[in-house]
């Protein structure tokens, strides 16, 4: 069973920076391109990030410049450093791949506020 658990979520201020972790379990990690997805609260779900297993990345134009994706192979994360957050950024971040199916994790909330 394909597990991706996400960390690092909370509560900043405009202009400041937070890192998510989303790990991963039961798959090749070498293999999927690994996904972040945000969902702000009425709104629905977004692509924001993805990494391929070459290391190939693609942004979404609200975050180009501000968000990296990377990937630690030896510790089977992947990770979304997150900088100049804004409050339209707030949301549920979500870990996706597709792994012979769609795996996510539970979701981990950033809020962005001042």
């Known amino acids: 069973q394909v597990y991706l658990v996400e960390t690092g979520g909370g509560s900043v201020q405009p202009g400041e920076s937070l890192t998510l972790s989303c790990k991963a379990s039961?798959?090749?990690?070498?293999?999927?391109?690994m996904d972040w997805y945000r969902q702000a609260p009425g709104n629905q779900r977004e692509l924001v990030a993805s990494i391929t297993s070459a290391g190939q990345t693609e942004y979404s134009d609200s975050v180009k410049g501000r968000f990296t994706v990377s990937r630690e192979y030896a510790r089977r994360t992947t990770y979304l450093q997150m900088s100049n957050l804004q409050p339209e950024d707030t949301a549920d971040y979500y870990c996706?791949?597709?792994?012979?199916?769609?795996?996510w994790g539970q979701g981990t909330r950033v809020t962005v506020s001042s």
């Open positions: 996706h791949t597709y792994y012979n199916r769609d795996f």
């Open positions: 039961g798959l090749n990690f070498k293999i999927p391109t």
